[in-house]
């Protein structure tokens, strides 16, 4: 999808100064995390036990449900007291989830599209769970067809509630219909019943006699029920085709950048120049603008290409950062810095194999490095791999304990391989030769949160965001961990914050809508559906 035009070059210093003035209020308050971390790596060791097994406690379908059903809470004083007030809250507790589920298939996001939270949705959108006594049941097998045929019976009624519903509602649509052709079953048996064979025909004889009657093409009935069958499903298949092709952003092939459409600094002969400024100054979506500029009349300045890869990373979109790393791959093949970038972002993008490949690639073009993995050779067999790298990273670290970058990439094969503690003691050992590197502070913060030390990741990402305000990664991370913590209103916040320097970020609008329904604040939902920021911006203050 193309992007919109930043403002023009003559105008960034003015964005600068906005941008800043905006941080001096929204950033958040550094907690001294140089003098404190040590003293919380210990203080947290019990306290991060009992926060994994809530966050275990709340992944089910009952902890799920718990944040779900304080939303309906208010409602469920009504849902008790008739059967028509149980029937309209079911009714609208699925059609919540069913937008909820619409939204976030929309957003393409695999990692969204495979929680638990998600399932639970899609099971609640269904009806396969429902509501009772502010608890969530499997519905049984009989309530859930009759729900479905039904559709005004109550949620919590007993077999007998809903067959004489059933009954009662027959009786009507019969009075209602009474000039309509008569039903296809009726018009099925009364044809059957017109055949003329004996017991023990042959195949043949019921075609024929099937023929005689005319087939199927002279069949009321059968004509009703094929093209009702067929149309139904197609239309189904049709509006979901429609609605989330729509919605989806059109998928990279490999190697293919997307250009903004509009762009102020094309013709500019200093853009690169002032890429690198606006990176520098955190202005993120301008600094791609003028790159862009660059790498269009320069297709073979590989640096040019790299910094911009490296913008698109800090602005959450890996496919992009990919898409301009390997055009800077392809102008300069043996470049660590590309390789190396290259591999962390197909890990972000969870693309285990190619991040390997990187990898590995980057410590063979090592000058310093490439005869201790030649030594080592190739893996036995390709489901060696991971763990085959690793241990060549792993011994080559033990040789070379002061190089920050084999650190990152022991890092980064750890967390592939999930050892969380590996990677967390590579990445804190990085720190401790580059402590200024907010990207190194990001990378400890997500492999703290994946390892559950959530509380732990927020030190981490504020950190990154004291060295580097406009950071919008550590921003959208930052949402992910208060998420995990259960503070949900605060994850939104965050979530806002990050979208303000990078609207088109679709996965975040996921993570914000959910965040939301999770706080109960489904009055927002709309304002997200309408991208209206401001007003976001607005209700979730930091």
Not at 77 to 103: G, I, M
Not at 212 to 217: I, K, N, T, V
Request: charged share 20%.
């Amino acid at each position: 999808a193309a992007r919109g035009a930043a403002a023009g070059p003559a105008g960034w210093d003015q964005l600068w100064q906005h941008q800043q003035q905006q941080q001096q209020r929204q950033r958040p308050v550094s907690t001294g995390w140089a003098d404190d971390f040590a003293v919380q790596q210990h203080q947290q060791q019990a306290a991060w036990a009992e926060e994994f097994s809530k966050a275990e406690a709340a992944a089910g379908s009952q902890g799920w449900a718990a944040e779900f059903s304080a939303v309906q809470e208010a409602a469920a004083v009504a849902v008790a007291s008739t059967p028509e007030a149980a029937a309209a809250a079911a009714s609208d507790a699925r059609a919540t989830s069913a937008r909820l589920v619409d939204a976030l298939s929309a957003e393409g996001d695999p990692k969204m599209r495979n929680s638990k939270f998600f399932q639970f949705l899609s099971k609640m959108s269904k009806g396969d769970l429902m509501f009772e006594d502010n608890q969530v049941v499997e519905r049984p097998a009989g309530d859930a067809w009759a729900l479905e045929f039904g559709g005004n019976s109550s949620a919590a009624a007993a077999a007998s509630n809903w067959s004489s519903e059933f009954m009662q509602q027959q009786g009507q649509q019969q009075q209602q219909q009474s000039s309509a052709p008569r039903d296809w079953a009726a018009e099925f048996a009364d044809g059957f019943a017109n055949i003329n064979i004996g017991d023990g025909a042959t195949e043949e004889q019921l075609e024929e006699a099937w023929a005689a009657m005319g087939g199927a093409g002279n069949s009321a009935w059968a004509n009703e029920f094929v093209n009702d069958a067929e149309n139904s499903a197609y239309a189904d298949w049709e509006d979901l085709y429609a609605k989330n092709g729509a919605a989806l952003p059109r998928q990279h092939t490999r190697g293919e950048y997307e250009f903004a459409q509009s762009n102020p600094f094309l013709a500019d002969p200093a853009a690169f120049e002032k890429g690198k400024d606006l990176f520098k100054r955190g202005l993120l979506s301008e600094a791609a603008l003028a790159l862009e500029a660059e790498v269009q009349a320069n297709p073979q300045n590989a640096p040019a290409w790299r910094l911009l890869g490296t913008v698109h990373a800090e602005n959450d979109d890996d496919r992009q950062a990919i898409a301009a790393l390997d055009k800077a791959l392809q102008a300069a093949p043996e470049s660590l810095e590309v390789l190396l970038a290259l591999g962390v972002s197909h890990t972000n993008e969870l693309d285990a194999g190619e991040a390997l490949s990187y990898l590995h690639r980057w410590v063979s073009a090592h000058p310093q490095y490439r005869d201790a993995a030649a030594a080592a050779g190739p893996p036995p067999d390709s489901s060696q791999a991971l763990s085959h790298t690793a241990r060549l990273f792993e011994r080559i670290v033990a040789s070379a304990p002061q190089d920050a970058e084999l650190q990152l990439g022991l890092g980064v094969l750890q967390h592939l391989n999930r050892r969380y503690d590996g990677a967390i003691a590579a990445f804190q050992r990085a720190l401790e030769l580059r402590p200024g590197d907010y990207s190194l502070w990001n990378k400890l913060g997500a492999t703290l949160a994946n390892h559950s030390h959530s509380s732990e990741a927020v030190a981490a990402y504020r950190k990154a965001l004291d060295l580097k305000p406009n950071y919008m990664r550590a921003w959208t991370n930052m949402g992910i961990s208060y998420a995990n913590l259960g503070e949900y209103v605060a994850s939104a916040a965050y979530y806002v914050r990050a979208l303000s320097m990078n609207p088109e970020a679709q996965h975040v609008w996921g993570y914000l809508m959910t965040s939301l329904a999770c706080a109960g604040k489904g009055e927002l939902l709309k304002l997200v559906e309408a991208r209206d920021l401001q007003a976001l911006q607005g209700a979730l203050p930091l």
